[in-house]
């Protein structure tokens, strides 16, 4: 027997050690590794109400927080699941997002303003705890949009720059445009920058920056910075809820302007994707384009971006985001083509405040009704 105990001791700790092997592979499947709760501050909020924490991505990911973990934030007011992604469309619109962004941690609703939401303010605590590791691994690789940087990489300057016409409904053809930021200091801006020469552009709509700050970026933009000095373009510094009061009251001060301005137009944000996106959607459902042309327009930043396929289920998921939009201005709602354009009025006069006489002027310029030679209206569509 004094022979036999020291095999079997061997055997029972082998057995100890095999069930908490399975014991841990078990947790792991599930998403129960523990990770230590992670206390931060707010180091900044931004005008769209992103959160940046003063933890930066680096010590986020040394305690072995990954993206595609979901974890439980408490900040302000508010306590919220959220995933840790890299991009605000790694999450439907209106869900919350831990996105890891140039080194920094933000807090963020897609479309949303969580500053609002949570009342936070610079210096509030923030509580991170690990909710499901890897729980949302497979949602984000779905969604997840890589893009490069360099013009060789795409099909055009066009492509490259965002750069389009839009032509949904009766928008008259070379009247309205869209692009990303001719002003950033990015590969992009000088191609916008050209190219809105090419096609003409007398009225910009810039989404994005301030009026009192943008001649200070005018420099490697002589047409654009021609058109602001004839008091041609209106910077309006807007976020992204498109309910808020201070986005709506923008937006009816930049539509007024291009009531009261010839085009053609151009309509951008910083990359004319997602303010530009909305506005120009709106433009488009008000000048009777259907769904599927809005939905289809909206999308085609994200192909020249990231060349996402058509009819994919990358491009299904990030498509609701302009659907969801109108579906909260009608109500919650999904709209219809029937229902498109009298939700799109409806916004307009009862949120953004235009007058009928504004969104006439709006209609007229955008489809070319009347035609003018030497200062004289000749005919009429």
């Known amino acids: 027997m004094k022979q036999v105990r020291p095999i079997i001791l061997v055997f029972l700790f082998s057995a100890m050690l095999a069930f908490t092997s399975c014991a841990t592979f078990q947790q792991e499947a599930e998403g129960q590794i523990p990770l230590p709760p992670l206390e931060s501050t707010v180091a900044a909020i931004d005008k769209y109400g992103n959160l940046t924490l003063q933890m930066g991505k680096e010590e986020l990911l040394g305690f072995g927080y990954e993206v595609g973990d979901i974890t439980e934030i408490t900040v302000g007011s508010l306590s919220f699941e959220a995933p840790i992604g890299t991009s605000y469309s790694d999450v439907d619109k209106g869900n919350l997002l831990v996105r890891l962004n140039q080194g920094s941690v933000m807090l963020a609703i897609n479309y949303g303003d969580l500053g609002k939401a949570s009342s936070a303010v610079v210096g509030s605590p923030v509580l991170i705890t690990l909710s ?66 090419e096609a003409g552009i007398r009225t910009v709509i810039n989404l994005a920056d301030e009026q009192t700050g943008l001649y200070a970026n005018l420099g490697q933009a002589p047409y654009y910075k021609a058109l602001a000095e004839e008091g041609s373009v209106i910077a309006l510094n807007m976020g992204v809820t498109c309910t808020d009061p201070d986005f709506t009251a923008k937006l009816r001060e930049g539509l007024a302007f291009m009531a009261s301005h010839k085009g053609p137009y151009l309509v951008h944000c910083n990359e004319g994707k997602d303010r530009a996106g909305f506005v120009i959607a709106l433009l488009s459902a008000l000048m009777g384009a259907t769904v599927d042309e809005v939905v289809e327009d909206y999308m085609k930043s994200y192909q020249n971006y990231y060349g996402l396929e058509k009819g994919s289920e990358r491009y ?29 009025r409806a916004y307009l006069t009862d949120q953004v405040e235009l007058s009928p006489g504004q969104i006439r002027a709006i209609q007229d310029n955008l489809s070319a009704r009347k035609l003018e030679i030497h200062g004289s209206i000749v005919f009429t569509l």
């Not at 497979?138 to 969604?143: D, T």
């Open 132 to 197: 499901r590791k890897g729980g949302y691994l497979q949602q984000f690789e779905l969604r997840r949009l890589v893009r490069s940087e360099n013009r060789e990489d795409y099909a055009s300057d066009e492509v490259f720059a965002n750069f389009r016409m839009v032509q949904n409904g009766s928008i008259a053809a070379n009247t309205l445009y869209r692009s990303a930021n001719p002003l950033l200091d990015d590969p992009r801006a000088p191609y916008v920058e050209a190219l809105a020469r």
């Open 316 to 344: 299904k998921l990030i498509s609701k985001i302009i659907l969801d939009l109108f579906a909260d201005l009608n109500g919650g709602k999904a709209v219809t083509n029937r229902s498109l354009g009298s939700v799109a």
